[in-house]
T-cell receptor, first 112, second 113 residues
């Protein structure tokens, strides 16, 4: 499968901004996603961006896409303790199926 | 309420004893998929189905079977489970077409002793 890479851990203080990074290798990616997984729960779709966009903002979330460098980031403004979770980056490649290729996940810990 | 339902949520069993994890969705989605999640590896796709009677292998299909006899159901079958299949499993569904957001179940934690 395609390679999607993320750092494994990130710690931030409550109220600060968090930035979670992701790199991918497939230049034919069509959509790129951020999912959130809370303990004992499934994956919740947070946001996604089409590959011809550079940026998408949704309340406290900002997604930046640098297609040239194949780099995706998720910024969470005013991070709260409820944001502590694992965040997965995923890409969808134009194959006709809707298959997703996931990164390893970044565990975000918010320190009160 | 739109949802993907997996059963069981937890299962401890022994090597070689056939088991089935069920997955059902109520959104009339054509596409369904199974993933396994392992520490440090993220989610890897096992099998997927683009419609009834249409299934295909994902990245890690060895040791698994699936079937898609009805649109709403997509069971995952382990004919002869082994300890390396101990993992957290997720079922997902979406409408047909690249880029359609996938809806995930809450997961099934399997332990094979």
């Amino acid at each position: 499968g395609e390679d999607v890479e993320q750092s494994l851990f990130l710690s931030v203080r409550e109220g600060d901004s968090s930035v979670i990074n992701c790199t991918y290798t497939d230049s034919s990616s069509t959509y790129l996603y951020w999912y959130k997984q809370e303990p004992g729960a499934g994956l919740q779709l947070l946001t996604y961006i089409f590959s011809n966009m550079d940026m998408k903002q949704d309340q406290r979330l900002t997604v930046l896409l640098n297609k040239k460098d194949k780099h995706l980031s998720l910024r969470i403004a005013d991070t709260q303790t409820g944001d502590s979770a694992i965040y997965f980056c995923a890409e969808s490649v134009q194959t006709g199926a809707n298959n997703l290729f996931f990164g390893t996940g970044t565990r975000l810990t918010v320190i009160p | 309420e739109a949802q993907v339902t997996q059963n069981p949520r937890y299962l401890i069993t022994v090597t070689g004893k056939k088991l089935t994890v069920t997955c059902s969705q109520n959104m009339n989605h054509e596409y369904m998929s199974w993933y396994r999640q392992d520490p440090g590896l993220g989610l890897r796709q096992i099998y997927y189905s683009m419609n009834v009677e249409v299934t295909d292998k994902g990245d890690v299909p060895e040791g698994y079977k699936v079937s898609r006899k009805e649109k709403r159901n997509f069971p995952l079958i382990l004919e002869s489970p082994s300890p390396n299949q101990t993992s957290l499993y997720f079922c997902a569904s979406s409408s047909r077409g690249t880029g359609q957001p996938q809806h995930f179940g809450d997961g099934t934690r399997l332990s094979i002793l």
